[in-house]
Nanobody
């Protein structure tokens, strides 16, 4: 089995920073693209940022220049450094990863449980 465990959410004032982490564990042969999505009530889940195993990244226009995604392949972990946070960044943030099973060698998509980020004064 595979798990994605997120940490780092919380309450922060506008202009502040938070760093999210997501670690993949379990029967893993390899991890391909990892990413962060977010969702607010009544809206669809949207891509925030994603990163390939080789380090290529892409970001939603709304977070470019403020958020940075990175990963540690040795730890199967992805990070999201969020700076200059705005109230509109408030959402539940979900980790996503495409993981190759060490048992079947098939690639499946996994989601974390979500972590709340609230930006408010």
């Amino acid at each position: 089995q595979v798990q994605l465990v997120e940490s780092g959410g919380g309450l922060v004032q506008p202009g502040g920073s938070l760093r999210l982490s997501c670690a993949a564990s379990g029967s893993i042969s390899g991890v391909n693209t990892m990413g962060w999505y977010r969702q607010t009530p009544g809206k669809e889940r949207e891509l925030v940022a994603r990163i390939t195993r080789g380090g290529n990244t892409n970001y939603a226009d709304s977070v470019k220049g403020r958020f940075t995604i990175s990963r540690d392949n040795a730890k199967n972990t992805v990070y999201l450094q969020m700076n200059s946070l705005k109230p509109e960044d408030t959402a539940v943030y979900y980790c996503n990863a495409n993981i190759i099973s060490v048992i079947t060698f098939q690639t499946n998509e996994y989601w974390g449980q979500g972590t709340q980020v609230t930006v408010s004064s």
